[in-house]
């Protein structure tokens, strides 16, 4: 073989690369420590992040007092088109924090939230303002991008 020449073609070397950049992104850090919430941001970076799942996923951002995220922490993984959590499973990881951010995928790939997930929404809010503790948003991922719960008016 000479030098600067390969015995992979160059299609498979793109997907190879391809392939290595995904797993990059999703074994990267979500956010830097102690970065504040920013929706605009975090958004698109979950979106990116659970982009290629076949299963809804439900996880969590928990924040300080100023709002930066000290933690995401998964919650619950669910079938094709549900993820069923409780209030309760949420609201015991968030005991800690001041404020929480709910994130779940579609993979249907709708951003729009569905109205199971007013409805959940809405349930979490008030037994999360009984904790005292702020639900700060929810958002549904879909591929490549995402909506806020609250920038919508459901928060």
Same mark, same amino acid.
């Given at each position: 073989?000479?030098?600067?020449?390969?015995?992979?073609?160059?299609?498979?070397?793109?997907?190879?690369?391809?392939?290595?950049?995904?797993?990059?992104?999703?074994?990267?850090?979500?956010?830097?420590?102690?970065?504040?919430?920013?929706?605009?941001?975090?958004?698109?970076?979950?979106?990116?992040?659970?982009?290629?799942?076949?299963?809804?996923?439900?996880?969590?951002?928990?924040?300080?007092?100023?709002?930066?995220?000290?933690?995401?922490?998964?919650?619950?993984?669910?079938?094709?088109?549900?993820?069923?959590?409780?209030?309760?499973?949420?609201?015991?990881?968030?005991?800690?924090?001041?404020?929480?951010?709910?994130?779940?995928?579609?993979?249907? !790939?709708? @951003? #729009?939230?569905?109205?199971? $997930?007013? %409805?959940?929404?809405?349930? *979490? &809010? !008030?037994? @999360? #303002?009984?904790?005292?503790? $702020?639900? %700060?948003?929810?958002?549904? *991922? &879909?591929?490549?991008?995402?909506?806020?719960?609250?920038?919508?008016?459901?928060?």
């Amino acid at each position: 073989m000479q030098a600067g020449t390969s015995d992979i073609p160059r299609r498979d070397a793109t997907r190879l690369a391809a392939a290595f950049e995904l797993a990059r992104r999703a074994i990267a850090p979500l956010a830097e420590p102690l970065e504040r919430f920013d929706h605009t941001v975090l958004g698109l970076r979950l979106a990116a992040r659970y982009t290629l799942d076949a299963q809804e996923r439900l996880g969590v951002l928990l924040l300080d007092t100023r709002g930066r995220i000290i933690s995401e922490r998964a919650v619950f993984v669910g079938s094709l088109h549900s993820a069923t959590v409780s209030t309760r499973d949420v609201l015991a990881l968030a005991l800690t924090a001041k404020g929480v951010v709910v994130f779940h995928n579609h993979p249907s !790939s709708d @951003a #729009q939230p569905s109205r199971d $997930d007013v %409805v959940y929404t809405s349930k *979490l &809010a !008030s037994a @999360a #303002q009984l904790l005292d503790i $702020d639900l %700060v948003d929810h958002l549904v *991922l &879909a591929r490549r991008r995402y909506s806020s719960m609250k920038a919508e008016g459901f928060v």
